[in-house]
């Protein structure tokens, strides 16, 4: 988090208007100290950069309800899942959240994959049909949606496929990580927020910088990935907020 946080900084100071994006399974870890503090130290570190949105992945509802809803509630960022419901058939967090950047609306619609195995204490909706269901009401709202999704690649391309989608933003993929996938119909990007290994998740930054129409259509794109390796200055603030929890 501390290297992180010295990238978005650096980020921060040479383009104006970024949005800052989790595509899930943050909160849950098995690092002592996460697991010490039930997961507040993750969140507390991404309000310290000024996160725009994340979104729950599967291994985020095994988490203890009254942990998650902490979670929730402390963050001053919106999580987002559309389709994960309490019991009652309650949303869990927000379906999504629209921000004004520069004069565009702009909607992020959180979805959460399909647990294998189901989890206990909630309902887990199907999130190609429930973000089909968002997005047609989204386009109207804003005029840039965002999907932020962990689901896997399949079903990432197919919410990319929807007309008045611009962006897709998965998580959940192991092996080989895939490139962005460009499609030429409906001009929409789809990329992948990182391939994770266990013990080693947050160690990459992507990083897309996309130019738009007067629309908000996405009319060019760049995209890299930056690995937080050991010689990447780490961020004062973020290790003090680490010792200040007892972290080394």
């Not at 005029?143 to 611009?166: F, P, R, S, Y």
């Not at 959940?172 to 992948?192: H, M, R």
């Not at 937080?228 to 603030?237: I, V, Y």
Request: proline share 7%.
């Amino acid at each position: 988090m501390a290297r992180r946080a010295s990238l978005v900084k650096e980020i921060r100071n040479k383009y104006e208007n970024v949005l800052l994006l989790d595509a899930g399974n943050t909160f849950w870890s098995d690092v002592p100290l996460t697991r010490k503090t039930g997961s507040l130290i993750i969140v507390e570190a991404m309000n310290m950069m000024g996160y725009s949105a994340a979104v729950l992945g599967e291994k985020d509802l095994t988490l203890p309800k009254d942990a998650l809803g902490k979670i929730i509630s402390t963050a001053n960022f919106p999580i987002l899942s559309a389709n994960v419901l309490e019991e009652d058939g309650k949303p869990l967090a927000s379906p999504y959240t629209i921000l004004e950047v520069k004069g565009h609306r702009i909607a992020i619609l959180g979805l959460t994959g399909l647990p294998i195995p189901p989890v206990t204490g909630y309902r887990v909706l199907d999130p190609l049909e429930t973000g089909r269901h968002y997005i047609r009401n989204l386009r109207k709202e804003a005029d840039i949606v965002i999907v932020l999704a962990h689901t896997g690649g399949e079903i990432a391309k197919k919410l990319g496929d929807e007309e008045g989608v611009d962006l897709v933003v998965w998580g959940g993929v192991s092996g080989q990580n895939p490139g962005p996938f460009w499609n030429e119909s409906n001009a929409s990007l789809t990329i992948i927020a990182e391939v994770p290994t266990p013990g080693h998740a947050g160690r990459e930054v992507g990083f897309a910088r996309l130019n738009l129409d007067s629309k908000g259509r996405i009319t060019h794109y760049e995209w890299s990935t930056t690995s937080l390796t050991p010689s990447f200055p780490d961020d004062p603030a973020i290790l003090g907020l680490i010792q200040r929890y007892g972290g080394p």
